[in-house]
């Protein structure tokens, strides 16, 4: 798919929903980020991703990228230390093989949902709001590119 069909074919407004509705349920934060870039290697292009988009300054350090790299048709989703320590290194990979079967039918967005949908569960889990006063979005919600 080329780059300006996958970008027209998101729904930034049912993403950014689907984020919101995430964090409404936990103390966690959520982001997505779409690549035009092809990265030789995915997991690291998101750490890089993640640092840039200051992702381990969230206080309890439990942020989630979903790295979408839309011209090399790869993704990769990655937690912050106070999430992964939680949840384990086959967590992420379950998040993406849920993904992966929307992806390869071309139901992005869907897939790109379902995805915030299983990190939200899993930072409504670990992080929940029980007992909070207030929770401060710590991170935009928007979907972000490059």
């Known amino acids: 798919m080329q780059t300006n069909a996958f970008l027209h074919a998101l729904d930034n407004d049912r993403i950014v929903a ?12 959520i982001r997505v980020h779409v690549t035009n870039q092809a990265p ?15 992702m381990t300054k969230t206080d309890l350090r439990n942020g989630v990228l979903i790295y979408v790299a839309q011209v090399s048709q790869t993704f990769a989703v990655i937690g912050d230390a106070g999430i992964h320590e939680r949840c384990g290194a086959a967590f ?3 998040i993406a093989t849920a993904m992966q079967e929307d992806f390869r039918a071309g139901r992005f967005t869907e897939g790109i949902v379902k995805g915030v949908h299983e990190a939200g569960n899993a930072l409504a889990r670990y992080f929940p709001r029980e007992g909070v006063a207030r929770d401060v ?8 590119r490059d």
């Not at 689907?18 to 934060?29: P, V």
């Not at 030789?40 to 200051?54: D, I, P, S, T, Y």
């Not at 979005?137 to 972000?144: G, I, M, Q, R, Y």
């Open 18 to 29: 689907a984020i919101q509705g995430a964090e409404n349920r936990s103390r966690g934060e």
């Open 40 to 54: 030789a290697e995915v997991e690291a292009a998101a750490r890089a991703q993640f640092e840039k988009l200051e």
């Open 92 to 94: 992420w990979s379950d």
């Open 137 to 144: 979005n710590e991170l935009s919600n928007d979907v972000t």
